[in-house]
């Protein structure tokens, strides 16, 4: 890794030709530079816990004339308990993935000596933006490097010194292996990021990670594909034969096991069937857990009806603009439908394509519902939270994409791979084949992985 | 079809809900659509030659008043011999083609009763802009109802009358079928593009089929990912040890089956070493052909010593441009490197992406190239006129991509795919599993496809 203050064009022309190296280096070289990393990192403990300790006096500073929330403040900390450890072990946990690299895909035979083959490759450069977490750089540096792709990483400025001090050691511990040193690098001088996103000709594929208003800032000023979500406006379709235990208990994680990720739900479509079966238990739940529920009238009506009168009180009116709105918070709408095509037709128009699930005991219309919704994610009886690369066994997660091309849904390694196509041949030309007026035939014969 | 005079946000807000619905309908419905296509147009060849027979007596005039190239005249007649045979076969071979929608291509049991799907769907819908060959429109009309994608179709001016006979009879024969006749529309008002290219919340993908000034004018003016290639800079580099033969015949058809294709070969680097053996007989092939040989210093030297006077006194002068130039023509550009490695980061940084070859005896050097350069095709001993879809047996092309992410290379309808994520759960709730501080672990067992 390199810390640079080279013009953001060198930086990524340099990260470009790196990239080519990179792409063919063999399983082992990337993997010993991810135990090399690991070691320099462990080794230099003390001086990066001080670098992030000069960060946490500038932020609390920064908190206290209010112009930092507290928040950022508690994710800068570098030195809370288990933080380090973790980040040491996430490079290992890397490390011991499946290489994706050079995993062929398809082999046909074309004829006689001449065999095409797809074979999996890194895309080449990745530039990444991201804000305050420290550790998150450790991170990216592994999964760039165990796909074989450079990076250029670019991180909120509360964290500068952290940063620094990281990808120092990092990069002085890339010389004795066979990474270029400029496979990795940090951007620290200011205002670089609009340079960065109109080098298309270099940076293959843009990664924020961050709040919803970076993401979309960044895919309103790039051309360069742009991996990401901004939104997460997930919808549950409460169907009137839905289990209420089960209804219950997955709604109720759906919403309030962390209401401010991505992948909480943040409108319940409620059957009219179910208005007053199923719905007072899950309301009722909610409301013990302190969610706020936004209700359309005719779900405001059922539940008034049904639900004890200190309850019922503190239902709130919904207005349109709350089944288009991420709350992120304890606030879920109600909204009665008639139909399932009902249902689904409001998620596909007011839904983010991200996650969203059925409570039903209808295989059929579990089925309908998951060919229907036009989302990464469609799950049936179980939470909108298990949208995550983790949960789904991938071992990482790159983030999570509501992209309609590439890489859908929670993003492991894969989603940094692309292919190219190889063909061995024996002097095979075009001419000597049918449909250019040449006498031989395609084979087209399908060969083993 | 519908042919369509709505404004584009209603037609491309149509396009978004028909493609809800073709995404749900079984294979069968989807190819008795097409079925249903093929006989229509069948029967409807009088009327469309007629209209076809008006747009070319208006290109004929064109061409006489030097605003139509004879080339765009030539390309507009439906009634060429074949022409028309050709695009209704081409609608049954589509039909025939293995349904790409609903494939799964993961399974994970997450727990028991907890089974994540990962399951191919349509990307929604498309964009597709298009210049005079007005058999396209029925070509792309099976490929997206085959794929369950909606498509907006844009198709140049100088084709209208035939575009808008075909697409009131496929509209037609779409009625009788289960696929909504808005899934396919036909936009004929004038300077609706900049606006079409504006609706990325309801087109997910523009694939433009024409020149390389539309696609380059198109990647330019939308946030909408685009599928194709503006440029062909194919190379090929000619190692000393290739057999002279081979070489001969591959460079040939490389260069001279079709000059205007994007997969025609514009540089040839050659080794040094190779510069008195292999490269002479190359060269006095290519130039009995017609080509013109732009050479560098040493290329020329060395071909001026070893040619007749008659071939060598027609040799040119290359200029640093003609290394980055598509020149579509018979025009072949020549320069010599002393090393593979040199060969590799020439193509790295002056090639297109698209196509590259090496000619050589040796496997490890070959092997070497193809890791190495960074493009969708990189062939060994073979033409780069192979980079094709019916040629690698995909059955159809959608276009050639040089993009880093989703398809690259020859598209066929697996690249007008994506995929969705399913489970099917039971009640299971993120909080029970261990990440999240409950008592559960996920099993992450693969399960057969």
Redesign the interface.
């Known amino acids: 890794m390199s810390l640079t203050n080279a013009l953001p064009a060198d930086a990524a022309r340099a990260a ?2 790196a ?2 190296i990179l ?2 280096l063999p399983t082992a070289a990337r993997n010993n530079a991810l135990t090399a990393i690991h070691s320099a990192l462990s080794a230099s403990k003390e001086e990066i816990l001080a670098a992030n300790a000069r960060d946490l006096t500038l932020a609390k500073k920064a908190a206290e004339d209010g112009e930092l929330s507290l928040s950022i403040v508690s994710r800068l900390d570098l030195s809370k308990k288990g933080k380090w450890e973790d980040m040491l072990k996430g490079i290992l946990d890397v490390r011991e993935l499946e290489d994706p690299v ?1 995993k062929a895909t398809l082999r ?1 035979k ?1 004829d006689d000596g ?1 065999e ?1 083959e797809r074979v999996s ?1 890194p ?2 450069v990745l530039l990444i933006i991201f804000e305050a977490r420290p550790e998150v750089i450790a991170n990216i540096a592994s999964l760039a490097i165990k796909s074989g792709n450079a990076a250029i990483l670019k991180g909120g400025k509360e964290s500068t010194e952290s940063f620094v001090a990281i990808s120092k050691v990092i990069s002085a511990a890339l010389q004795s292996t066979e990474v270029p040193n400029t496979a990795i690098q940090l951007v620290t001088t200011r205002d670089v990021i609009p340079q960065l996103l109109g080098l298309d000709q270099y940076i ?2 843009v990664i924020p990670r961050g709040s919803n208003e970076l993401v979309r800032y960044i ?2 000023s790039t ?1 360069i ?1 742009v991996l990401g979500h901004a939104d997460g406006l997930c919808s549950i379709y409460l169907e009137h034969t839905a ?1 209420p ?2 209804a219950v ?2 709604v ?3 919403k309030t ?2 209401p401010a990720a991505c992948n909480s739900v943040e409108t319940l479509l409620v059957e009219e069937a179910a208005l007053e079966t199923v719905l007072p238990a899950v309301a009722e739940a909610l409301l013990e857990k302190g969610v706020s529920l936004r209700c359309d009238p005719t779900s405001k009506k059922a539940l008034t009806a049904k639900l004890s009168a200190h309850s019922s009180v503190i239902l709130q009116d919904a207005d349109e603009s709350d089944f288009d709105t991420e709350h992120l918070s304890l606030v879920l709408a109600i909204k009665t439908v008639s139909t399932i095509t009902e249902a ?2 409001h998620i ?1 128009f007011h839904g983010s394509h991200h996650t969203d699930a059925i409570l039903t005991s209808s295989s059929p219309l ?1 089925e ?1 519902f ?3 919704v ?10 909108t ?4 690369g ?4 991938f071992g990482t997660e790159v983030g999570i994409s509501t ?8 993003v492991g390694l894969e989603g940094l791979m ?14 000597e ?1 049918g ?2 007026g040449g006498q031989k035939s ?1 084979k ?1 014969e399908k060969l083993a992985l």
Request: include cysteine; charge should be positive.
């Open positions: 470009k030709s990239s080519h792409a063919t050079g046909t074309l001449l095409l490759c895309i080449g293959d594929l895919k309103s051309k594909p289990d235990k089960m208990k997955v109720v994680d759906s096991s962390y689904i037709s596909n579990a309908q998951m060919s229907s036009d989302s990464a994610g469609v799950f049936w009886n179980t939470s939270r298990m949208a995550d983790m949960r789904f066994g992209n309609k091309i590439h890489a859908r849904g929670p692309i292919y190219k196509y190889k063909i061995r041949g024996g002097g095979h030309v075009s001419l084949y449909e250019s395609f087209h």
